[in-house]
């Protein structure tokens, strides 16, 4: 499987698992999957985005997780801090 190195200055472990389950199925079957990603949301719309950027290697997998994760952060800081806040799994 793919994952990604854990960046344990801003405690992405969390983002790392979640992250790297959905890039594991898209992986699998982008055809399949990345449709059924666009439909749920904006969120999901913008990781299969940054997945294919990262398969064209244009960034790699944390830059795209690090993107994500501000567009999370940026929206909504509560639900989305940076540190060890709200990250245990």
Do not use: K
């Not at 952060?73 to 989305?80: G, N, Q, S, T, V």
Request: hydrophobic content about 40%.
């Amino acid at each position: 499987p793919v994952g990604m190195v854990c960046d344990s200055t801003d405690y992405s472990c969390g983002y790392d698992a979640t992250l790297g389950i959905l890039t594991n199925m898209w992986l699998h079957n982008p055809g399949i999957w990345t449709p059924r990603f666009r439909n749920i949301g904006p969120y999901f719309d913008l990781w299969v985005h940054l997945l294919e950027q990262t398969v064209a290697g244009l960034i790699t997998l944390e830059a795209a997780r690090d993107t994500m994760r501000a567009r999370m952060h940026l929206a909504r800081p509560e639900y989305f801090p940076y540190g060890p806040n709200g990250t245990s799994i």
